[in-house]
């Protein structure tokens, strides 16, 4: 008897939308990245906007030096930095990111992420975000939301602005997983 029987493949799973793909891709070392997106120094390519699903994912490229407002999450984040250095100013005892480092953000906590100033090049970290994003005033009071569906609206609207092509990414939710153009 052959050890190696022959097994077929199994079936693609579906939803009541059609077949749902075993996986997809972004390739986010080529991808285009919209300037000063939001804030200066920071560098944005978005790789899925789930509006349904109630999260994003983003890989941002930071300068040094680069401070963002005070905000907070209503769902929880994951960060993984894959170069440079960021900290919280809230939270001077936890240790720095680093390349390498997994960081994961609980829903509510109040931050104000600062990149390290001795960085040369670029800080990059990639961001799965549930929920939104609030970013507060000085009284604390919310003064933007940012979520999945502000960026499906307003990533691709930068790019064109700043004249480069709008690439791909990944959406989905009830409107059936795809990479809409």
Not at 27 to 48: H, I, K, Y
Not at 49 to 78: M, N, Q, S, Y
């Amino acid at each position: 008897m052959n050890s190696l029987a022959k097994t077929s493949s199994p079936p693609a799973p579906t939803s009541p939308f059609g077949a749902v793909p075993p996986s997809l891709h972004v390739a986010s070392g080529e991808g285009v990245f919209a300037r000063d997106f939001g804030a200066p120094g920071v560098n944005l390519q978005l790789l899925q906007a789930d509006v349904e699903g109630g999260f994003f994912a983003v890989r941002i490229r930071f300068a040094p030096g680069t401070l963002l407002p005070p905000h907070k999450h209503t769902g929880c984040v994951h960060a993984l930095t894959l170069c440079g250095e960021w900290t919280y100013l809230e939270y001077a005892d936890s240790p720095p990111n680093r390349a390498g480092s997994y960081l994961y953000e609980p829903p509510g906590a109040v931050h104000t992420l600062k990149v390290a100033d001795h960085v040369e090049g670029y800080t990059d970290v990639v961001f799965v975000i549930e929920g939104a994003m609030l970013i507060l005033g000085d009284a604390g009071n919310v003064v933007a939301v940012l979520d999945a569906g502000s960026h499906a609206r307003d990533w691709p609207a930068a790019l064109t602005d700043q004249g480069s092509p709008v690439p791909q990414i990944i959406a989905g939710g009830r409107i059936g997983y795809a990479i809409p153009r």
